[in-house]
């Protein structure tokens, strides 16, 4: 089993990695001897990871990465080739949502204030900036760092997707449909690469408090309304940590554990998509 999750000398890609859950996911594959290439638009973010692993002994370069910027991605590919070697593992963790994106009300009922942000008036460029940073987000970075994947041994992909794309949650339709795109692109790339030794699945986080959305959760540590439905439907009755999506995505990416396991997309939910609610 130690060999199993033996990541020694591995060159890990991860996107999004100033966030709460690549962080994690950075540090985890450092603890297990890989070396880390931690991409974010937040430098700072980045490189205040990178630090914290190469104190502990691993690691790790920092890189300012724009998910959205084909051309930015390849010379950060450079730059990781020369400063790691040629990628092993690409994990795809950048995205999210935006306000603009977003509506206001769960339901749409007739006589609505003026001021409510309903599916009428959502921001066009606001629902396009969404998708975009979630399915291309995860395209382009496959695009730029998959061909040095080829035909290498262990190569392999886990994209980051969400519940939303089991079941869309209200008021957020950009990123449920998003992050569908994303899952059903897993089963793409899964078959695309199959006959060149690329494996690609994913994860499928439930609930878990990040930066992200701690102000939709908590109202002065309090739970929001949002907050208690979510617990209500989450049998375990808690919201996840970033921690816990590590087994997941390190079965994913161990070849001696998972080398027949090819477009799969993982829920790590606390029960949520098994539960009708009744």
């Not at 450092?30 to 290439?37: I, M, P, T």
């Not at 990178?50 to 502990?56: G, K, P, V």
Request: proline share 3%; net charge negative.
């Amino acid at each position: 089993m130690e060999k199993a999750f033996d990541f020694k000398d591995k060159v890990v890609v991860i996107t999004g990695a100033g966030g709460v859950i690549c962080a994690t996911l950075a540090t985890a594959f450092a603890e297990l001897g890989a070396k880390v290439a931690l991409l974010d638009l937040n430098l700072e973010a980045a490189q205040e990871q990178a630090d914290e692993i190469n104190s502990n002994g691993g690691v790790a370069f920092a890189y300012k990465a724009n998910v959205l910027d084909k051309d930015n991605l390849e010379e950060v590919r450079k730059s990781v080739s020369k400063d790691l070697g040629k990628v092993d593992i690409l994990i795809n963790g950048a995205g999210g949502n935006n306000p603009r994106a977003t509506t206001d009300n769960e339901f749409h009922t007739k006589d609505l204030p003026e001021d409510t942000t309903s599916f009428f008036n959502l921001d066009e460029k606001g629902i396009e900036f969404v998708f975009n940073l979630n399915y291309l987000g995860t395209l382009l970075p496959t695009q730029v760092f998959a061909r040095d994947m080829v035909d290498k041994e262990g190569a392999n992909i886990i994209n980051i997707s969400s519940m939303n794309a089991y079941t869309p949650l209200t008021k957020i339709p950009a990123y449920s449909g998003a992050k569908a795109a994303v899952s059903n692109l897993t089963q793409w790339l899964a078959v695309h690469f199959s006959q060149v030794g690329i494996r690609c699945n994913a994860i499928a986080p439930g609930f878990l408090v990040t930066n992200q959305n701690r102000g939709l959760l908590f109202d002065d540590d309090k739970p929001t309304e949002r907050a208690e439905k979510i617990l209500r439907n989450t049998p375990m009755g808690r919201f996840g940590e970033s921690e816990e999506l590590v087994g997941a995505v390190l079965f994913l990416a161990s070849e001696s554990l998972a080398s027949f396991v090819n477009g799969v997309v993982v829920p790590v939910d606390g029960g949520f998509s098994a539960y009708s609610g009744v």
